[in-house]
């Protein structure tokens, strides 16, 4: 990564939690400077298409990726796959396995709702009218929309959000697994946000661990409003495994001006860039 080329290699379009279609967010992200943007919806690949055409038009180079959900010790961690083949059957077979769990997520979600006194039938309809893969974010739209709660924010707070009562977990594939579904398909697997993930240090570094004898190969160490002493800290976790570091904004909606297409903090130089060969 240079001074020159400015590089997002996570952001989501509509087709998970994203407010913009792919297209738009090319866009968006050629007006923010972008050179080198990396689509990474949650557990799809179906963006990818529209989003090339986009870029092939614009001119931006555009990396295959997207942002598979795993568990490792009972805890949801979320893997980035970059340059992944998008035609390989093994990893559209395993990400229409995930829309599957995705969906059964979302329909024990509501139904726990609906005993709550919500219109959960409702709420899942509105969920599944949309394009792409269902998420939290969406059922909190719609708990907006049908004026259940003032905000997405309170939405989870009171409902959506870990250990809260709407809150149901999925049962998705050990770490190790979803490390070989991007390895199949030509990618190179990286640990999204490390300091996201509530655990202690000690754990974050067994995490990292197993994450290096799974197969993985990078880390992200710059992510969205990271401050500083995360990225130091990533920065140490890569530098101590082997790892190749990355950078990317997260970026979800125009609406969160804190958290825009492009604007991130240098890779720090220590850290080997992820896509540093492929220059």
């Known amino acids: 990564m240079t001074d020159q080329v400015n590089i997002d290699l996570h952001t989501h379009s509509e087709w998970s939690d994203g407010a913009l279609n792919p297209a738009q967010l090319i866009a968006r992200a050629k007006l923010a400077g972008v050179d080198r943007l990396a689509l990474t919806d949650h557990d799809t690949i179906d963006g990818l298409e529209s989003a090339q055409a986009a870029a092939g038009q614009m001119g931006m180079d555009l990396i295959c990726g997207v942002e598979i959900s795993a568990l490792w010790r009972a805890q949801t961690i979320h893997v980035l796959g970059l340059w992944i083949d998008p035609a390989s059957p093994q990893l559209r077979a395993n990400l229409a396995a995930q829309t599957v769990r995705r969906q059964d997520r979302m329909q024990r979600m509501c139904a726990r709702l609906t005993k709550l006194g919500l219109p959960g039938t ?17 059922l909190a739209a719609a708990l907006v929309t049908q004026g259940h709660a003032a905000t997405p924010a309170e939405a989870f707070r009171r409902y959506l959000g870990q250990g809260k009562p709407g809150y149901r977990s999925a049962e998705w594939p050990p770490l190790t697994e979803v490390l070989d579904w991007i390895r199949s398909a030509g990618g190179r697997a990286c640990l999204a946000h490390p300091m996201r993930y509530r655990v202690s240090s000690g754990a974050r570094r067994q995490l990292v661990t197993d994450f290096v004898q799974g197969g993985g190969a990078a880390l992200e160490i710059v992510s969205g409003n990271n401050a500083s002493q995360h990225i130091d800290i990533c920065a140490e976790l890569a530098v101590k495994f082997g790892l190749a570091g990355s950078v990317g904004s997260d970026f979800h909606d125009p609406k969160l001006t804190w958290n825009p297409l492009g604007r991130l903090a240098k890779l720090p130089a220590r850290v080997k860039p992820v896509c540093g060969d492929l220059e």
């Open 122 to 138: 409702a709420l899942l309809r509105a969920v599944e009218s949309l394009p792409g893969v269902p998420t939290r974010t969406h």
